[in-house]
């Protein structure tokens, strides 16, 4: 079945760790996006990725970054220098054209104490 | 920059109807809409695209009004399973840039 997987689905981490999620599709959709959602805050967009080897900051990258060296897969990596890395993240698809909908992951839940 | 949604939350009882609303300062190429049930992923309604369309699915329909920068989502004759936290999305152009608002809780009652 095609879709769109994050793994873990819980992360527990100790502060001052770098820590990677894992965001793979196969649908073959050239957009990729992952997004953090807190409480009240809706989603917010970190980085997104338009084609392999591309990618762009979203509106609050600070702290973390990315790599899409396949089509299927956009990893994001937390930081330490993310100051509040505590926060659902939700990964997400879209074929290339603009008017297409997004296909979002299960997401996963980072906790670090 | 988030688009902004109105209200934040609504309480329905079920047969009742509602309205959220989602505005942008940006120039809007397009409106997607989803909703996401509690603990689940957001799950794809409808995309409007610049040009004043409004679209239909079954008793949940929207509106675009580019000149604006706005979308409205309209629910009608709201059912238990409307329940959720409606978002909306948008993008200024070609960029693949997808922007969401920070959500509009509806609760549908019996």
């Known amino acids: 079945d095609g879709g769109i997987t994050q793994s873990p689905k819980y992360l527990f981490r100790k502060e001052g760790q770098n820590v990677t999620l894992s965001c793979e599709q196969n649908l073959n959709h050239d957009a990729m996006y992952w997004y953090r959602q807190d409480p009240g805050q809706g989603l917010r967009l970190i980085y997104y990725s338009q084609i392999v080897n591309d990618f762009q900051k979203g509106d609050i990258a600070e702290g973390y970054s990315v790599s899409r060296e396949k089509k299927e897969s956009f990893p994001l990596t937390v930081t330490s220098a993310q100051k509040n890395p505590t926060a659902f993240y939700l990964c997400?698809?879209?074929?290339?054209?603009?008017?297409?909908?997004?296909?979002f992951g299960q997401g996963t839940r980072l906790t670090v104490v | 920059q988030q688009p902004v949604q109105s209200p934040q939350a609504v309480i329905l009882r079920e047969g009742e109807d509602a309205v959220i609303n989602c505005s942008s300062s940006k120039a809007l190429y397009s409106v997607h809409w989803y909703r996401q049930k509690h603990g689940e992923a957001p799950v794809f309604l409808m995309i409007?695209?610049?040009?004043?369309e409004q679209k239909g699915h079954e008793k949940i329909s929207a509106s675009f009004n580019e000149k604006k920068q706005q979308s409205s989502l309209y629910l009608t004759a709201s059912q238990l399973s409307y329940s959720g936290t409606y978002f909306c999305g948008t993008s200024g152009g070609s960029n693949y840039k997808l922007t969401f608002g920070k959500g509009t809780l509806l609760t549908v009652n019996p």
């Open positions: 409007l695209l610049k040009g004043g």
């Open positions: 997400a698809s879209s074929p290339r054209a603009e008017n297409t909908e997004a296909f």
